[in-house]
């Protein structure tokens, strides 16, 4: 856990110092995804993935501007809502 704490976080501040005005989708599996947004609310990897429920193929938003990081959205899943289920 903690190696990966590090691969991502070091990923998340190679995007931050970056990106300018540009859109950025990143892919990953769950806890990844969470220790990403533990970065930007400023928690552990073990806080944030055990604070957080992410449901599978949804959608968190992440504004990056000059004050640092901001969670502009959390596990959205409306866009699954049109998809047929068997």
Same mark, same amino acid.
């Given at each position: 856990?903690?190696?990966m704490e590090?691969r991502?976080v070091? $990923? ?6 970056t990106i300018?005005?540009?859109v950025? =989708?990143? !892919?990953?599996h769950v806890s &990844?995804?969470?220790?990403?947004l533990?970065?930007v609310?400023?928690l552990?990897?073990v806080d $944030? ?5 992410l449901d599978?193929a949804s959608?968190?938003? =992440?504004? !990056?501007?000059?004050r640092? &990081?901001v ?5 959205e899943?409306i866009?699954?809502?049109s998809?047929?289920?068997?």
């Amino acid at each position: 856990m903690a190696d990966m704490e590090k691969r991502v976080v070091s $990923a998340c501040e190679d995007l931050r110092a970056t990106i300018t005005e540009s859109v950025v =989708v990143v !892919v990953s599996h769950v806890s &990844p995804i969470k220790t990403a947004l533990g970065w930007v609310l400023g928690l552990s990897a073990v806080d $944030a993935g055990f604070r957080m429920h992410l449901d599978p193929a949804s959608i968190s938003r =992440v504004h !990056v501007g000059g004050r640092g &990081p901001v969670l502009r959205s959390f596990n959205e899943t409306i866009h699954l809502a049109s998809v047929n289920r068997i």
